[in-house]
C-alpha cells in the first residue's frame, strides 16, 4: 500500500511559478515510476511530467521547457517546478505511483492540488 499526498497548489499570475511537492508513505520502496498529471473542467485528465526510479524525465508538448519534475528518493518525496505559468495550465494536478512512463495508467493516486492561473 502507498499512500501519496500532494500540496503546493494555489493562485498565480501568469508568467509566474509554483512547485508541488508530493509526498509518499507506506511500501515506497515498490515505487519505480511516478507522474504527475492534471485535469481541468470538461477535460479528459492528461499526462503532465512522469521520472523513473533512475533518474529519466517525461513530459507534455505542451510543458516541455517550462516544467521540471524531480524526485528525492531519500525522502520519498516528488516535485513538479512549474515556470512560466500559463493560464491554460489551470487545473487539480495528481501525483501518481506505479504505472508507465509516459502514460496515465497509474496504481496510486494523490487527492489533488489545484493550481489556478490568471492573465
Known amino acids: 500500500q502507498v499512500q501519496l499526498v500532494e500540496s503546493g497548489g494555489g493562485w498565480v499570475q501568469a508568467g509566474g511559478s509554483l512547485r508541488l511537492s508530493c509526498a509518499a508513505s507506506?511500501?515506497?520502496?515498490?515505487?519505480?515510476?511516478m507522474g504527475w498529471l492534471r485535469q481541468a473542467p470538461g477535460k479528459e485528465r492528461e499526462f503532465v511530467a512522469g521520472?523513473?526510479?533512475?533518474?529519466?524525465?517525461y513530459y507534455s508538448d505542451s510543458v516541455k521547457g517550462r516544467f521540471t519534475i524531480s524526485r528525492d528518493n531519500a525522502l520519498n518525496t516528488g516535485y513538479l517546478q512549474m515556470n512560466s505559468l500559463k493560464p491554460e495550465d489551470t487545473a487539480v494536478y495528481f501525483c501518481?505511483?506505479?504505472?508507465?512512463?509516459?502514460?496515465?495508467?497509474?496504481?496510486?493516486w494523490g487527492q489533488g492540488t489545484q493550481v489556478s492561473v490568471s492573465s
Open positions: 501518481a505511483a506505479g504505472g508507465t512512463l509516459p502514460g496515465t495508467d497509474y496504481r496510486y
Open positions: 507506506g511500501r515506497t520502496f515498490n515505487i519505480r515510476n
Open positions: 521520472i523513473s526510479w533512475t533518474g529519466g524525465t
